[in-house]
Nanobody, 121 residues
Framework: QVQLVESGGGLVQAGGSLRLSCAAAGTIFGVDLMGWYRQAPGKQRELVAHITSSGTPTYTDSAKGRFTIARDNDQNTVYLQMNNLKPEDTAVYYC???????????????WGQGTQVTVSS
């Protein structure tokens, strides 16, 4: 059984920073794309950023210039450094990863439990 365990959310004032972490644990044969999504109240879940296994990041417009995604392949961990946070960044942030849990290296989608980020004005 594979789990994604998130940490690092919290309450911060506008202009502040937070760093989210997400570690994949369990029997893992490989990890492909890893990323962060968020869901604000009354809105659909949306992509924030993702990063390939070779370290190539992709950011949505809302994250560009303020957020940085990184990963540690040895630890099967992905990070999201969020700077200059705005009230509109308030949401539950979810980690996502495409993980191979069998020796044929076919990947499946896994999600973290979500971590709340609240930015006050």
């Amino acid at each position: 059984q594979v789990q994604l365990v998130e940490s690092g959310g919290g309450l911060v004032q506008a202009g502040g920073s937070l760093r989210l972490s997400c570690a994949a644990a369990g029997t893992i044969f490989g990890v492909d794309l890893m990323g962060w999504y968020r869901q604000a109240p009354g809105k659909q879940r949306e992509l924030v950023a993702h990063i390939t296994s070779s370290g190539t990041p992709t950011y949505t417009d809302s994250a560009k210039g303020r957020f940085t995604i990184a990963r540690d392949n040895d630890q099967n961990t992905v990070y999201l450094q969020m700077n200059n946070l705005k009230p509109e960044d308030t949401a539950v942030y979810y980690c996502n990863a495409q993980i191979a849990i069998t020796s044929d290296f076919r990947t499946r989608d896994f999600w973290g439990q979500g971590t709340q980020v609240t930015v006050s004005s």
